[in-house]
């Protein structure tokens, strides 16, 4: 029996950077050409496919062959010819350039809901959308349910919202449903802002019909006729996969007037943000779509009363809409069988950091940190140290170690000091200084804080240059005091969730490695050794044989010495770039 | 109307004030900075926090509307050690220049840091330094002293309707901007600078002309125009100084150009003190009982040659509506022409 042969290109955004546009084409090209179209060509349809996880090992080719599959990673244009040869050709896959084990345990022990069809389907075919039985949901629940039907469903599963807040998805449809207004709107939230988060843009770049359909959904249960999609002018790739699903939705009659023959109008716009965080504040994201500056509005009023041009609005995350089409289609039960008692479903997290498998994962909710590092993140690279994980991005806070078997669940983190968050995952090990992490995520809130209230506008940066001292050396005592006392105030007097959780990082570090800091100020000591300030480079005489290689290697030309003879590291010149350290043959250079 | 509970007391107020308005009405006192009640509230300053029995966390007065049965604690050891820690934090970006400040003594930064005590300031670090750039002969902008309370926004936008201003950049880096960051080049209300709380906006001609020592306020109708804002002349050795308006006047406290900045005529050796009549193609200073027997004797003579309607008159939109009233009536009644008319602009 002559199989057909499907190969399916990654081309996320990691794996368009990666080359799988130019992979994708290769294929296209050896099957279409002489000999092999003859024999092949008709059974053989290469795709493209969304984010599939493992970023790591791009670009990630699937071939499958009948029931068969084999994934390819790293694959370049000139590996093509060999795989169609010998794999599409002959039956025999190239094992060697086949995925290992890491790559399936990265994948056996996730639970995909939102992500399911993400990196399976070609995201710009909503044929493709269909054939997994897509918009099935929405057609059901427009043609044959009731708003309160659908509201009720989404509440018994326990969803709740994916950005961060964790505010229950039913209830907030319940309320906006219940306001009597002409005009409602419904948002999709995708103003991903954490440094090193990806969740939101993978999901709309790997199937963004799934959103557009949990928007119909969603819109269909408050009431609302038009919606809008906030999403980031630095997601091009995303905002075109959108941009053409919404069109091919709109010519299927999925969205627009009397959708699926029903008396149900609805339709959605694209909003591009002009690249501020805080406009993922829910606040500023209207003031933004109005066209004012995104500054956040005290609340209450909440949008869900009072929102875009002063209407009830919901305001959900991609996440949270994705999971909606899989919740109708499967039932509440389904959904709510992943998780915990009080954090139903799945989480999709962004793992980067010291980790061997950095990429994106979805996991049920409740599973302990250590299996998401250990068993899916295939644990820290190069066999160092873990000491922390970051949560939850410039609001969450870090997990030590002896932390590390609590369950990723909205309660169990926020007691700990951290959050879930929107899903960033950063790992830290033995040389990342904690002080400095800190450092980085003030960086941050600092730039990013709109001006609007003194406590963010001002405080941060404050708290940053404290910071900023310390880690040069110039701590002093009572420092640690003044971070903790000002941290406190900075969150119970801020007006939005930006100012609210911007000390995290600062409260949680001080919390689990206080001796961090108390190094640097007191001993004027980096324990990580990366407080370029606090560092000092020497040359050990003893085991120093004079080769030389350090002073060739050193570009500020701070070291001397004569040939076989103990070299000399001048401190006022050194530049502490670590260059004869790295060269050093005999451990004769030390850093301290 | 809404009863709620402020600091164990009972207050009724109406519905859809504000927890601010409420105690405020209820002669409880809340700092507060960026509040100004011609404005939509702001809640940027987070002076007027208060704690609200069942909330998790102060809220801003200014922003939260009364509810029914509400019970609100305006002070409380949090509450003010939240306030001292934003003064704080505002002051430690702050010239604390006060000694030479042209707001010393009606400044509510200065104030409140008076009354919280701030000597001490536990937050240092860097400050913003910015290039003076404005070359408009009204206003002057100190934003190194702006605390980025929005009121100038606002006002300039929901009752001046002009929008001159905006917030620009963000963080520590925000500041009120003009479009592009020109020059300011508006209307010169000065609605912006009679709302400032501190000394970022003056007005230029102020300069180092006095602040509250030795000066003393004169109520007055301003006399450009017919609408007769209400003002308050500040004078020193019996010049005037500086022109502002109060909140509770007809005119609500707000200004032109000229009625807040266009004082200086009263004290110019240029200004008209007699009249003056003609002679020979010359002006000379006359006594008011000669300039008005000259008017009437010529007035008398056109008439009884030519006829009434020989003569026009025109008045001035300075003078008030009860003046321009009087002098038509002495034109149609006692002169007998209809051709009355003023000039119906400044």
Known sequence: ???????????????????????????????????????????????????????????????????????????????????????????????????????????????????????????????????????????????????????????????????????????????????????????????????????????????????????????????????????????????????????????????????????????????????????????????????????????????????????????????????????????????????????????????????????????????????????????????????????????????????????????????????????????????????NIAKFFLEFTRAESCGKCVPCRIGTKRLLEILERITKGEGKPGDIALLEEMSVDIKMASLCGLGQTAPNPVLSTIKYFRHEYEAHINEKRCPAGVCKDLLTYSVLEEFCKGCGACLRACPAGAIKGEKKKPHIIDPSVCIKCGACLDVCKFKAVKKE | MVTLKINGTEAVVAEGATVLEAARNAGIYIPSLCQHPKLTPFGGCRLCLVEIKGLPRPVTSCTTPVSEGMEVVTTSPTIERLRKTVLELILSDHPNDCMVCEQAGTCTLQELAYEYGIRENRFEGERRIYAKKDGNPFIERELEKCIMCGRCVKICDEVQGVEAIEFGYRGFDTKICTSFEDDLDCEFCGQCVSVCPTGALTGKLWSKQGRKMGVKEVDSTCPYCGTGCTITYHVKNNEIIRVTSNDDTPNEGLLCVKGRFAYKYVSSPDRLRTPLIKRDGLFFEAGWEEALGLIAERLQGIKAEHGPDAIAALSSARCTNEENYAFQKFIRAAVGTNNVDHCARL
């Not at chain 1, 018994?156 to 994916?162: D, P, Q, T």
């Open chain 1, 1 to 435: 029996m002559m199989h057909n042969i499907t190969v399916k290109v990654c081309m996320g955004t990691g794996g368009v950077a990666a080359g799988g546009g130019e992979v994708l084409d290769a294929f296209l090209n050896e099957i279409s050409s002489e000999g092999i179209a003859a024999s092949i060509e008709k059974r053989c349809s290469p795709g493209k496919v969304g984010c599939r996880g493992l970023c790591a090992k791009d670009v990630l080719v699937d071939v499958i062959i009948g029931n068969s599959k084999v994934t390819y990673q790293h694959v370049k244009t000139d590996m093509v010819p060999r795989i169609v040869k010998e794999h599409i050709l002959e039956s025999n896959p190239v094992l060697e350039w086949a995925v290992g084990e890491d790559y399936h345990n990265f994948h056996d022990r996730q639970q995909k809901v939102v992500l399911s069809d993400c990196g399976n389907i070609d995201p710009e075919d909503i044929n493709a959308y269909a054939a997994v039985n897509g918009y099935i949901a929405a057609r059901k629940v427009v043609t044959s349910m009731t708003p309160e039907d659908v509201i009720s469903t989404i509440k018994m599963s326990g969803l709740r919202g994916r950005g961060g807040a964790g505010f229950p998805t039913g209830t907030k449809w319940e309320i906006a449903g219940k306001q009597d207004a002409k005009t409602k709107y419904l948002i999709c939230n995708a103003d991903e802002g954490d440094p090193g988060a990806f969740m939101d843009r993978s999901v709309i770049e790997g199937n963004p019909h799934a959103v557009i359909e949990g928007m119909i959904i969603g819109a269909y249960a408050i009431g609302a006729d038009k919606g809008y999609v906030y999403i980031r002018a630095e997601y091009p790739l995303a905002v075109e996969r959108l941009k053409k699903a919404l069109d091919d939705a709109r010519t299927e009659n999925f969205l627009g007037k009397e959708i699926m023959g029903t008396s149900f109008n609805f339709d959605i716009l694209i909003k591009l943000g002009a690249g501020a965080f805080v406009c993922g504040e829910e606040t500023a994201l209207i003031a933004s779509i109005e066209g004012q500056r995104g500054m956040p509005r005290a609340k209450p009023p909440f949008p869900v009363y009072q929102g875009l041009w002063g209407k009830p609005t919901v305001i959900n995350n991609v996440e949270t809409l994705a999971n909606v089409p899989y919740i109708m289609r499967n039932g509440p039960e389904w959904f709510a069988s992943f998780g915990t008692e009080k954090s139903k479903g799945t989480k999709v997290f962004a793992i980067t950091g010291k980790i061997k498998n950095s990429g994106l994962i979805e996991v049920p909710m409740g599973i302990p940190l250590r299996e998401i590092i250990y068993d899916i993140g295939g644990g820290i690279e190069g066999g160092r140290q873990f000491k922390a994980v970051q949560t939850g991005g410039p609001s969450g806070g870090c997990i030590p170690a002896d932390l590390l078997d609590t369950p990723v669940d909205f309660e169990s983190l926020a007691k700990v000091g951290s959050i879930v968050g929107s899903g960033g995952m950063v790992v830290l090990d033995e040389t990342d200084c904690m002080v």
